[in-house]
T-cell receptor, first 113, second 108 residues
């Protein structure tokens, strides 16, 4: 079982560059989430999706975009990378029902220089 | 807006001690609460899920309780071991909002 898979694991970007962080899950989960985690801090929700074709903003959406064309995939796009976006990014998924767990990917460590 | 607070931010205990980690939330209308463990540089591993209708959940040396009326959950770790050293996070599964975590160090 692959669960939630994130790629790449590490990336260094220059200011102003763009990139897409990939997230895919093989559990047929409707709900997917993107978080960022700054050093010594908890997780902040960037965007989430409750199903294919539906996305919504979380706590810290500025500077990011998402799409959800399939149930499996939920890519996160950075259009103009800034040093403030240096962080570890986590993707998660769940069925969205009340009694089920959320599962997390292993994270993408992004540095913007 | 739901706020989730974890106290203490860091905790250091000698091996063998029993300990309690706290998670507080401001809105009692929750679906369920999930406790996670995060090792340095790693992702999150689910430890326990407490449904809103439950008062506690147990897995091995871990016991999590939930008191919705007071907006609190506690994670009890019995007979702590150095391998328990990690950051522990709680999240409310309504909107997947996280606390900042408690960094636990268990000294041999």
């Amino acid at each position: 079982n692959a669960g939630v898979t994130q790629t790449p694991k590490f990336r260094i970007l220059k200011i102003g560059q763009s990139m897409t962080l990939q997230c895919t899950q093989d559990m047929n989960h409707n709900y997917m989430y993107w978080y960022r985690q700054d050093p010594g801090m908890g997780l902040k929700l960037i965007y989430y999706s409750v199903g294919a074709g539906i996305t919504d903003k979380g706590e810290v959406p500025n500077g990011y975009n998402v799409s959800r064309s399939t149930t499996e995939d939920f890519p996160l796009r950075l259009e103009l990378a800034a040093p403030s976006q240096t962080s570890v990014y986590f993707c998660a998924s769940s069925t969205g029902t009340k009694n089920t767990e959320a599962f997390f990917g292993q994270g993408t460590r992004l540095t913007v220089v | 807006k739901q706020e989730v607070t974890q106290i203490p931010a860091a905790l250091s205990v000698p091996e063998g001690e029993n300990l309690v980690l706290n998670c507080s939330f401001t809105d009692s209308a929750i679906y369920n609460l999930q406790w996670f463990r995060q090792d340095p540089g790693k992702g999150l591993t689910s430890l326990l899920l407490i449904q809103s209708s439950q008062r506690e959940q147990t897995s091995g040396r871990l016991n999590a309780s939930l008191d919705k009326s007071s907006g609190r959950s506690t994670l009890y770790i019995a007979a702590s071991q150095p391998g328990d050293s990690a950051t522990y996070l709680c999240a409310l599964n309504n909107d997947m909002r996280f606390g900042a975590g408690t960094r636990l160090t268990v000294k041999p």
